[in-house]
């Protein structure tokens, strides 16, 4: 009996399955119940929140799916993952699908938004290959920053045609989000800066 309980989710109660799981502060949560936290939660921020508190981020997760139904876009930008805003309400998403309820991306007030950059990151196979990403720091209780890769398919070699369009990528999302601080002023405007370092991507 005490076997089958420390394979049930804490969440839901339910069992949980052999792969997709997550390790929270303390305890593991099933994979149904990973599935429904924010896409910008990493492992690595997982594993530092309890259960109580992935609970509540559930719940969040929830409202936030609700209130899809109100987002307008009013203008965007971005190939491969889209920033969208909706001007009416203040909402910033970021995502890469046209079906919103299906991937339920986060409404982001305009005020949450902190200060961004772009970095190239090595792969590590030691191939020369390298990724272009986006970093927008959020001021969230659920979430600490939206980090995505530019670059359609991963590994791109520098100076190339791909690699240059993946950095023009990163200048219009820039712009976008500098148009939006002037049209919602009293914040302060994000800091774009290029970083380049070793990075072990999946």
């Known amino acids: 009996m005490e076997e089958y309980l420390d394979n049930i989710c804490p969440i839901c109660g339910n069992e949980r399955t052999l792969f997709g799981n997550r390790q929270a502060k303390d305890g593991i949560i099933c994979r149904n119940c990973a599935k429904k936290l924010s896409p910008w939660?990493?492992?690595?921020?997982?594993?530092?929140?309890?259960?109580?508190?992935?609970?509540?981020?559930?719940?969040?997760?929830?409202?936030?799916?609700?209130?899809?139904?109100?987002?307008?876009?009013?203008?965007?930008?971005?190939?491969?993952?889209?920033?969208?805003?909706?001007?009416e309400h203040g909402w910033i998403i970021f995502s890469k699908r046209n079906n919103?309820?299906?991937?339920?991306?986060?409404?982001?007030?305009?005020?949450?938004?902190?200060?961004?950059?772009?970095?190239?990151?090595?792969?590590?196979?030691?191939?020369?290959?390298?990724?272009?990403?986006?970093?927008?720091?959020?001021?969230?209780?659920?979430?600490?920053?939206?980090?995505?890769?530019?670059?359609?398919?991963?590994?791109?070699?520098?100076?190339?045609?791909?690699?240059?369009?993946?950095?023009e990528e990163t200048k219009a999302y820039d712009a976008f989000l500098q148009k939006i601080r002037q049209e919602n002023p009293g914040e302060e405007e994000p800091l774009i800066r290029y970083e380049e370092y070793d990075y072990y991507d999946d």
């Not at 530092?48 to 969040?60: G, P, R, S």
């Open 100 to 167: 919103l309820k299906k991937e339920n991306p986060d409404l982001i007030p305009v005020s949450a938004i902190g200060k961004s950059y772009r970095s190239v990151r090595r792969q590590a196979e030691g191939n020369g290959l390298v990724n272009v990403y986006y970093t927008v720091e959020v001021d969230s209780p659920y979430f600490r920053k939206v980090d995505f890769r530019v670059n359609p398919f991963p590994g791109i070699r520098k100076l190339s045609g791909e690699y240059n369009r993946a950095l």
């Open 41 to 87: 939660l990493s492992e690595e921020d997982i594993a530092e929140i309890t259960v109580e508190e992935l609970k509540k981020h559930i719940a969040y997760r929830e409202e936030n799916l609700e209130k899809l139904d109100q987002f307008t876009e009013t203008e965007n930008t971005g190939a491969y993952e889209k920033l969208s805003f909706d001007k």
